[in-house]
């Protein structure tokens, strides 16, 4: 069921679930028909064939035979299988704008928190980025980042409480690598200036020199017992290191607006291992496999799930295991989002098989929210590439776009072109990630994602600035807008796609998909600069027409465009500039 209210879909749904009396909370699954024409909002009769057990087609026309018009829809007629409504446009016209306007950047939320049946808020808890300390941010980091800011967003336009959750990587013998590698360095190197490249440059270079001296391993696995054992020497400098790295993340995610209510590394739960292992072994599910602790998963299809290798160390499923048994603990979540790569599938669906049979509370309620590698010239980019510092593309992204703004708006002061190429620059590199579906490969393309044309974050972002535009030099107070002038075709779409925003935005939370967000701007878009482009080939359709009343009516419309347009991009984490 949406949390939203929409009259007119809610006339419809009522509809057909009168018709085929059906319960109240029957779902009943609204689209567009494939041409216009045929009506304004199509319902597949598909579901409910086996229910009923009658084909598609004789269900849509007992439908269409029991429609009575009423709550603003006008008319039912029967397609094949599908039902096709017509709505009243000058009604609907009229609740959708008064609507947008009346909620303003609220537009897409929901009036009221979600609550569980205890009263509380819903809660989901949204573990994205998590870096390793002692490296840059790199590229590939911006899908996990930002799909999961993005999705901090949405939910909490849906009303849940959304707990960001950076999970740094800040453990493990890597660590004692770098530990040795600063004791073996000839001076103590300032790290107050690029001090996370001295790091990653110190740490590659002892991987390095440890292919010849195997000595150097021994050395490493001696300063992480060190550190394990909180011996002084060795917990400073790793703490000198976590916040070195911690501070350049901060920079990176200053620029892209990402915030987090929780930043936790693995080193947090080395006393909490063990109690999940305790637990574990409690209900009999643990075992020794070649001397490696292990929970046998051969009933769920999958190999054994490692707690502990044979040396005693603990391992990343264990660490899982902890964190989320401390993140339920503190907040109590309904739902948890994992935002980590697919290659990490078979990780999750074993731990979280552990956590099910252990029994834990919150099992069933975790989901990993994988997604695809990004790609440069068909190959797969990783930390290993250290030359793409996330830094550097954002860097060279907001360069070259403010070089095409100078070229387009010459009288705009550098001040502003600087704030609106950073703000474009960066929305390029965002939206080129969050507008394909998370699961597929992202591949990275400079002349593409920068584009002013086709399916980019410039060409969005300047769609709304030509409205801002349009709007601000018409001049036209747009309040008491006679609507029923809307008459065209392109209006009504618009119109139509302004009122399907607030589902889309439930969708993408449902799916913890962002791209149901960026591709309804991108639909938006598409639909507003169709509309807009009549008035080049007849004054008459012009926005700012010459009749007063028709322009205002026209304002009104492609105002409220601008808002929605801003609410999505606001959703994805994108600023909406008002000039470009």
């Given amino acids: 069921m949406s949390s ?64 009575e018009p009423g709550g603003g829809v006008s008319e039912a007629t029967a397609a094949g299988p599908y039902v096709n409504f017509r709505l009243d446009r000058s009604a609907f016209l009229a609740w959708v704008l008064e609507t947008i ?20 808020q819903r809660t989901v808890v949204i573990d994205f980025s998590s870096p390793n300390i002692s490296k840059h941010l790199a590229y590939h980091h911006i899908r996990s980042t930002m799909i999961g800011n993005a999705l901090c967003r949405i939910h909490r336009a849906l009303g849940w409480r959304a707990i960001g959750f950076n999970f740094l990587g800040d453990w493990g013998t890597t660590h004692g690598m770098l530990l040795a590698a600063w004791t073996r360095a000839d001076a103590d190197l300032d790290l107050d200036e690029d001090g996370v490249t001295k790091l990653n440059e110190m740490y590659v270079a002892f991987r390095e020199a440890m292919k010849t001296d195997p000595s150097l391993e021994g050395e490493a696995r001696a300063w992480f017992a060190r550190l394990e054992q909180g011996d ?29 209510e929780a930043v936790c590394g693995e080193s947090f739960y080395e006393d909490r291992m063990e109690p999940v292992i305790e637990h574990l072994s409690a209900q009999g599910l643990t075992a020794i496999d070649d001397g490696a602790l292990v929970v046998d998963l051969s009933e769920q299809g999958m190999p054994p799930c490692l707690l502990k290798k044979q040396d005693g160390a603990t391992l990343y499923a264990t660490r899982d295991i902890a964190s989320a048994v401390h993140r339920h603990e503190e907040w109590q979540f309904d739902r948890a989002l ?6 990490q599938t078979l990780h999750f669906k074993q731990w979280f098989a552990v956590v099910e049979k252990g029994g834990y509370a919150f099992a069933g309620r975790m989901e990993h929210t994988a997604f695809g590698q990004i790609r440069m010239g068909g190959v797969k980019v990783s930390s290993r590439d250290g030359a793409v510092r996330l830094h550097d593309v954002l860097d060279r992204a907001s360069e070259e776009i403010g070089a095409v703004i ?33 699961e ?98 007849d004054p008459a359709l012009k926005v700012n027409c010459a009749d007063d009343d028709t322009a205002r009516a026209r304002l009104a419309l ?21 000039e470009m």
């Avoid at 790295?245 to 990402?258: D, I, W």
């Avoid at 001040?415 to 579906?437: K, M, N, P, T």
């Avoid at 801003?566 to 500039?577: F, K, Q, S, T």
Wanted: hydrophobic share 45%; glycine share 8%.
């Fill in 4 to 67: 939203f209210h929409d009259p007119f879909r809610a006339a419809i749904r009522s509809a057909v679930r009168g018709a085929l009396d059906l319960p109240a909370d029957a779902e009943v699954q609204l689209g567009a028909p494939p041409n216009p024409a045929m009506g304004d909002v199509a319902v597949p009769m598909f579901p409910y064939a086996r229910t009923l057990r009658n084909a598609p087609p004789r269900i849509a026309q007992a439908v269409v035979a029991a429609f």
């Fill in 101 to 120: 306007d009346a909620r303003g950047d609220a537009y897409g939320h929901v009036d009221a928190p979600l609550l569980r049946d205890d009263g509380e």
């Fill in 232 to 260: 002084a020497e060795a917990r400073a400098l790793w703490e000198r290191f976590r916040a070195v790295s911690l501070a350049e993340f901060e920079k990176v995610y200053a620029r892209l607006g990402v915030t987090f």
């Fill in 338 to 343: 994992y935002v980590v790569g697919k290659g």
């Fill in 406 to 438: 100078a070229e387009k708006n010459p009288t705009m002061s550098a001040e502003r072109r600087h704030e609106v190429a950073q703000q474009v620059g960066y929305g390029a590199i965002v939206f080129a990630d969050l507008s394909r579906e998370r």
């Fill in 440 to 537: 597929r490969d992202v591949e990275f393309d400079w002349d593409r994602l920068l584009s002013f044309e086709g399916d980019t974050g410039p060409y969005c972002q300047y769609q709304h600035a030509r409205i801002a535009s349009i709007v601000r030099k018409a001049g036209r107070e747009l309040g008491g807008a006679d609507l029923s002038l809307l008459t065209t075709d392109d209006e009504w779409q618009v119109a139509l796609l302004l009122a399907a925003f607030p589902e889309r935005v439930e969708k993408a939370g449902k799916r913890a998909e962002p791209h149901w967000v960026a591709g309804y701007v991108l639909e938006l878009c598409r639909a507003f600069s169709s509309w807009y482009a009549q008035g080049s080939q």
């Fill in 558 to 578: 492609a105002h409220a465009v601008q808002q929605t347009l801003r609410n999505a991009l606001d959703l994805l984490g994108l600023a909406a500039p008002e």
